[in-house]
């Protein structure tokens, strides 16, 4: 069965630093993964995604995941946190195109001034 | 507009009382999603359905029902609410058809349930 955890239920930088949130799944099947976010009082939206290809992606808002098989990880990356991109950050595996997924449980970014 | 609305976007009521939150979209999917969000949890499946004619079960139906009333509508009820039933709903809309959101669910505002 697919399975999703996030190391770090909040997680905190400083504006202009690098933002990282880790992302781990187990598939047994190659995955298709996925990034979302979910601003305050907000439903999710979608920050990227990997299907099949080149394995780092890249997003919207300048976050990138690079999608590394042999560690099971998908992490996201910012090079330069700013404050709009205090949220909450989902990751989530497919193993069916797509189609029906398992999100992990969260990880609450802060951007501190 | 949304693509994806949800009413109420927020509701208390009591213990037993019967509940039922409404999605619709206007995107056109064939594949419609409810999910709970609870905090640490992330997102679980209550029911997915792939049409109007198929409902299945998610990983914690036990305690709610749904009815796909047609492709741009589809409900969900708690027949008899209970206080850990109290959490954020979410409906989520796919897409079937290759094209750009392939492979992409579409999510509603939420409904904020709250039983007391």
């Known amino acids: 069965a697919q399975s999703v955890t996030q190391l770090g239920s909040h997680v905190s930088v400083s504006e202009g630093a690098l933002v990282l949130l880790r992302c781990n799944y187990s598939s047994s099947v190659p995955p298709y993964l996925f990034w979302y976010v979910q601003y305050p009082n907000q439903g999710l939206q979608l920050l990227l995604k990997?299907?099949?290809?080149?394995?780092l992606v890249k997003g919207i808002n300048g976050f990138e995941a690079e999608f590394k098989k042999s560690e099971t990880s998908f992490h996201l990356t910012k090079p330069s946190a700013h404050m709009s991109d205090a949220a909450e950050y989902f990751c989530?595996?497919?193993?069916?195109?797509?189609?029906?997924?398992?999100f992990g449980p969260g990880t609450r970014l802060s951007v501190l001034p | 507009d949304a693509d994806v609305t949800q009413t109420p976007r927020n509701r208390i009521t009591k213990t037993g009382k019967r509940i039922m939150l409404e999605c619709s979209q206007t995107k056109g999917h064939d594949r419609m999603y409810w999910y709970r969000q609870d905090p640490g949890l992330g997102l679980q499946l209550i029911y997915y359905s792939f049409d109007v004619k198929d409902i299945n079960k998610g990983e914690i139906s036990d305690g709610y029902s749904v009815s796909r009333q047609a492709q741009a509508k589809f409900s969900l009820s708690l027949e008899s609410a209970i206080p850990n039933q109290t959490a954020l709903y979410f409906c989520?809309?796919?897409?079937?058809?290759?094209?750009?959101?392939?492979?992409?669910?579409?999510f509603g505002p939420g409904t904020r349930l709250t039983v007391l």
């Open positions: 990997y299907t099949t290809g080149a394995t």
């Open positions: 989530a595996v497919s193993e069916d195109y797509g189609q029906n997924f398992v």
């Open positions: 989520a809309t796919s897409d079937t058809k290759p094209g750009l959101s392939y492979n992409e669910q579409f």
